[in-house]
T-cell receptor, first 112, second 118 residues
Framework: GENVEQHPSTLSVQEGDSAVIKCTYSDSASNYFPWYKQELGKRPQLIIDIRSNVGEKKDQRIAVTLNKTAKHFSLHITETQPEDSAVYFCAATLTNTDKLIFGTGTRLQVFP | SAVISQKPSRDICQRGTSLTIQCQVDSQVTMMFWYRQQPGQSLTLIATANQGSEATYESGFVIDKFPISRPNLTFSTLTVSNMSPEDSSIYLC???????????????FGPGTRLTVT
């Protein structure tokens, strides 16, 4: 079955710096890769996603890149702000299903 | 995106009892999922709630422990049966909704139910 690995588990950056979180997946047939942000005590919120027919997608300060050959995808946050502090989860679909398998999460702290 | 509500938002239960969690969506959705998130951990899929048929369970989860109902396209329930302290967790429902721009399916989460078993 699908396995999703996520690194790093924690990440601390200074406000204004960039943050990068990386995930690898095992199922070459996975075709959908969302990223969720979860603030303390809140539900996971979808922040950006990418499908396997696209290599990169950007939405203001966040971007996601996908390398299908290497089976990895990354979340890039530029000009980080304290309100970006949260736990971020990557996910990938199981083959031929809509089921999401989640990575282990990255706790991002942005210091003012 | 779909508006999803869950009841209860939290509960403290005694071991050996059962709790039923409700998930309500403001629009009809085909796919509904139930996840568990243990403290400080990632999300683990429990089962897919299918309308008009039995739920499909993931490895490690069984119907006797987590019976699920899906009576229509806007509602589902998850029951945590014969609870033990190891069942203490956040339980989240999730739905697959249609996004317009670009046109595609996306998955959204309910606010979760925080369960503590003593």
């Amino acid at each position: 079955g699908e396995n999703v690995e996520q690194h790093p588990s924690t990440l601390s950056v200074q406000e204004g710096d960039s943050a990068v979180i990386k995930c690898t997946y095992s199922d070459s047939a996975s075709n959908y890769f969302p990223w969720y942000k979860q603030e303390l005590g809140k539900r996971p919120q979808l922040i950006i996603d990418i499908r396997s027919n696209v290599g990169e997608k950007k939405d203001q300060r966040i971007a996601v890149t996908l390398n299908k050959t290497a089976k990895h995808f990354s979340l890039h946050i530029t000009e980080t702000q304290p309100e970006d502090s949260a736990v971020y989860f990557c996910a990938a679909t199981l083959t031929n299903t809509d089921k999401l398998i989640f990575g282990t999460g990255t706790r991002l702290q942005v210091f003012p | 995106s779909a508006v999803i509500s869950q009841k209860p938002s939290r509960d403290i239960c005694q071991r050996g009892t059962s709790l039923t969690i409700q998930c309500q969506v403001d629009s009809q959705v085909t796919m509904m999922f139930w996840y568990r998130q243990q403290p400080g951990q990632s999300l683990t899929l429990i089962a897919t709630a299918n309308q008009g048929s039995e739920a499909t369970y993931e490895s490690g989860f069984v119907i006797d422990k987590f019976p699920i109902s899906r009576p229509n396209l806007t509602f589902s329930t998850l029951t945590v049966s014969n609870m033990s302290p190891e069942d203490s967790s956040i339980y989240l429902c999730s739905v697959q909704g249609w996004a317009e721009n670009p046109p595609s399916y996306e998955q959204y989460f309910g606010p979760g139910t925080r369960l503590t078993v003593t």
